[in-house]
């Protein structure tokens, strides 16, 4: 594959929530489920992305995220799965379906988020991104990214295969995608044939209208458990039978569209790419569907840490913030690290992050995420402690704190304008060393380094404390870890403070 396969559409959260049913409710004749295990996932275009992520493709997603706390959470599944988001704003909420299971069979499904948000523009990366993709899936869910205007002929100009998986509230397919992917009762719907005859006889009829329409090279209409329909120039469908599968099948349309699609980017002729995706969608099905297919990473993936006391911290308190100072055209401004100790430098590096524009979010690595980077026996003061001092700054306006060893995930979600790094981080000042750069190109963000006072180091602070040596003013001989954290603690917030 020459470039990343790029799938394009809307995404949802999905939670499954499995429990026991063993008694009804005492006010009211309904089961009532005692939860035992949940697990949240990306749905939609964001599921099928995952897909072909764990079929061994590079794989970027272009889809709408919120301002709230379900994007941030779509945002740390989706890097789980290695998945490169590509994030378009989304006005509101972030769409979420909930089905709450017992045994293995679906009791009731729960949808919330609201009406559905607008979703905005792409950036120049995205358009670029279209153009160089080996193969490209829409995955249409009717939510408004498939019918952009400048994503559509982004679309239609591009030489990449392009497998069109429609929905009857979306729009139509750009003119010309190499394979539309509908399955039965879509078909049905979005070509409004007359009824009669046999059931493939409906399908052809409901294929070939739709390819004519949409001017497509082929129409595959699935079938469920019988396999699929394909229709193209000639005369005579190919009915591509499916070996028998029973389980769950949600999720097994998003498994056909990524197949076909993956197989297409591999250069595939369109006949052997849906016998492909018939193979792949059945064995999903017959091997547990969802619950078995999804990668470990995504089904172990830490939920994001909402708030350790205050209301300036969490995914909620963020993107609060976040969302209206876009909506008043202000300038987003982010920064992240440890901070373990907080101290005069990072202070003022936080101060000049906060002139650059009209809010400045910290994106705070949690406990899990210092050991990792700095060894077990950091950090010297828990992520409540330190999320609460940094929220304390006069100069910040948000705390967000993440569990993985980059803001990468964090970062495609919040997509601020500008990130900031202190001086000491890249030699010479040159945002081109900072790895978060590439991320910020997605959404025409940029990355700039502030000065840095000299001297000032968490690591040397916390050694020349358990040694017992004075630092930075500091009485020697005197000072315990705990009494640099407090005497740290007092100066910093003062100077912060405006």
């Known amino acids: 594959m020459a470039g990343p396969v790029v799938v394009l559409g809307d995404t949802l959260l999905d939670r499954d929530v499995e429990g026991l049913v063993n008694r009804l409710c005492p006010d009211s004749p309904v089961p009532v489920l005692d939860e035992t295990t949940s697990v949240d996932r990306p749905g939609g275009a964001g599921l099928a992305a995952v897909f072909a992520a764990a079929q061994g493709a590079e794989v970027a997603l272009v889809t709408a ?24 704003p989304l006005a509101g909420a972030t769409p979420e379906k909930i089905r709450l299971r017992a045994r293995g069979r679906v009791l009731l499904r729960h949808d919330r988020g609201g009406a559905t948000g607008v979703p905005g523009e792409p950036s120049e990366a995205v358009l670029r991104l279209l153009a160089a993709a080996s193969a490209v899936l829409v995955s ?14 982004a679309l239609a100009a591009t030489r990449a295969p392009v497998v069109w998986d429609p929905h009857p509230r979306g729009p139509a397919a750009v003119p010309g995608v190499h394979l539309a992917t509908p399955n039965e009762p879509e078909a049905r719907d979005l070509a409004k044939v007359p009824p009669g005859g046999s059931r493939l ?22 079938l469920g458990g019988d396999g699929a329909l394909l229709c193209h120039a000639g005369s005579t469908p190919l009915v591509v039978p499916a070996p028998a599968a029973e389980g769950d099948t949600c999720g097994a349309g998003d498994r056909f569209a990524a197949t076909a699609t993956l197989a297409l980017a591999r250069g595939a002729l369109v006949s052997e790419a849906v016998q492909e995706a018939v193979a792949e969608a059945s064995a999903y099905v017959a091997d547990g569907g969802v619950a078995t297919a999804l990668p470990a990473p995504v089904r172990t993936a830490a939920p994001a840490v909402v708030t350790v006391g205050g209301e300036r911290i969490g995914a909620r308190a ?42 400045l979010v910290v994106c705070l690595n949690s406990d899990a995420s210092v050991a990792r980077l700095k060894g077990p026996e950091r950090p010297v003061v828990p992520q409540g402690d330190r999320g609460r001092l940094l929220a304390a700054l006069g100069c910040v306006d948000a705390v967000l704190i993440f569990d993985e060893s980059t803001p990468h995930a964090a970062l495609s979600w919040l997509r601020p304008d500008i990130w900031v790094k202190g001086g000491d981080y890249a030699s010479g000042g040159g945002t081109e060393t ?34 017992g040596r004075g630092h930075g003013g500091w009485p020697a001989a005197t000072v315990t870890p705990a009494e640099a954290v407090a005497e740290t603690t007092v100066r910093s917030t003062a100077k912060g403070a405006r």
């Open 65 to 88: 995220v919120a301002d709230d706390a379900g994007g941030a959470r779509l945002g740390t599944l989706l890097a789980a799965a290695g998945v490169r988001l590509y994030a378009l």
């Open 434 to 467: 900072l790895p978060e750069a590439e991320v910020l190109a997605r959404w025409g963000g940029h990355t700039v380094v502030v000065p840095y006072l000299d001297g000032r180091s968490t690591t040397d602070m916390i050694a020349a404390a358990r040694a």
């Open 201 to 222: 006889s409906a399908a052809s009829r409901s294929a070939q209208a739709l390819r004519r329409r949409w001017q497509a090279g082929a129409v595959a209409v699935t």
């Open 140 to 153: 249409d869910y009717g939510r408004g990214v498939a019918g952009l205007p400048a994503l559509r002929a």
């Open 318 to 359: 963020a993107g609060e913030v976040v969302s209206r100072v876009r909506a008043a055209g202000g300038t987003v401004v982010a920064t992240g690290g440890c901070f373990d100790l907080l101290h005069a430098g990072h202070v003022a590096t936080l101060q000049a992050a906060r002139q650059l524009g009209d809010c």
